[in-house]
């Protein structure tokens, strides 16, 4: 997968030509270059942050030599979707059609799978001409948890939970995401709401970027996720936590309560592939997402 192309770069004060630049399925050794790319954009992303996605994805990468100059994963749930994330490029090579050719790399990978992604304003253009259509809006609300009390009905999950977490995902989400959720099991802990010896509601928390990320959180209805996620912020107090979650589910003015506030979002697209009938967006309850990159 090697193609020549005739970019013009500035590089210092000279213009480079006939960059070759060649693209391969992304690997562990891409890992750093990747890393690096991403901090170059301002994204919060650790290595182990890559890693996690890395690990449940298909990725492809651009190189220069060795340098990774551009990147797109794409994320299969089950056999009918996909989540489409990563999508970068070295800020010196853009606007000359690289950020195109990655995404054709992961749609390809995507095959038939309906494929749902969070967009910066600077990517909304290339996914619209790509087929992807908005679908609402991701809010971010990032701060020092203030102190709160710990909810009495909420508790830690036990360890035969599991399952019942993974099923309830399911349900809240749309799609089959076990290998998420194995992940999770393993890098989060997990608050829960039980009733009659049953958990009905749960949220995730763990380690990303500058501090720790909330979600995903599956409720059935909005007190019960606040509650949940007051549980979560009790036992943090004055670090800095990260929650995304949907504009329509008016959960913001509240998270500001908590001392997390706007920093930002995305717009939430979906692409129906060629010859698909679009069936409409799975029936969605999560209140956080597990990141922007995995939904
Ligand atoms: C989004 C991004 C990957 C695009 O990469 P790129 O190599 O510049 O994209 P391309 O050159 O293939 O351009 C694709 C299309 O988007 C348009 N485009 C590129 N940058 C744009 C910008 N800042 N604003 C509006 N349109 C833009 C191009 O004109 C092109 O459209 P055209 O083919 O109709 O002319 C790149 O800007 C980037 O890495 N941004 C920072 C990280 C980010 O926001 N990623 C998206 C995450 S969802």
């Known amino acids: 997968m090697t193609y020549r192309t005739h970019l013009s770069i500035r590089v210092g004060n000279y213009r480079m030509t006939a960059q070759q630049i060649t693209l391969e399925a992304m690997m562990p050794e891409h890992l750093d270059g990747a890393v690096e790319l991403s901090r170059q954009a301002k994204w919060p992303h650790r290595r182990e942050d890559w890693e996690l996605v890395q690990s449940i994805s298909q990725g492809v990468v651009a190189l220069v030599e060795e340098r990774v100059v551009g990147t797109a994963m794409m994320t299969p749930y089950g056999d009918d979707a996909a ?110 709401v039980r009733e009659e010896n049953l958990v009905q509601a749960f949220a995730a928390i763990r380690a990303f970027g500058r501090g720790l990320v909330i979600g995903p959180v599956v409720a059935r209805n909005d007190i019960e996720a606040k509650t949940l996620i007051d549980f979560l912020l009790a036992h943090h107090p004055g670090m800095f936590v990260r929650v995304d979650t949907d504009k329509s589910l008016k959960l913001a003015e509240w998270l500001t309560s908590r001392g997390l506030t706007h920093a930002g979002g995305g717009i939430t697209m979906r692409r129906v592939a060629d010859g698909r009938k679009d069936k409409g967006a799975a029936p969605r309850r999560t209140y956080a997402l597990v990141s922007q990159a995995l939904g």
């Open 83 to 192: 989540t489409i994330n990563m999508v970068i490029v070295e800020a010196a090579m853009r606007g000359q059609g690289l950020g195109r050719r990655v995404m054709d790399v992961a749609l390809d990978k995507a095959g038939e799978r309906t494929c749902y992604l969070v967009a910066t304003q600077e990517g909304l253009h290339l996914y619209e001409s790509l087929g992807f259509i908005a679908t609402g809006e991701i809010v971010q609300h990032q701060g020092e948890a203030l102190p709160v009390a710990a909810p009495a009905q909420v508790c830690w999950a036990e360890s035969g939970d599991y399952k019942c977490l993974a099923a309830l995902d399911l349900v809240a989400y749309g799609h089959e995401r076990s290998a998420l959720m194995r992940f999770l099991r393993e890098s989060a802990r997990f608050a829960v």
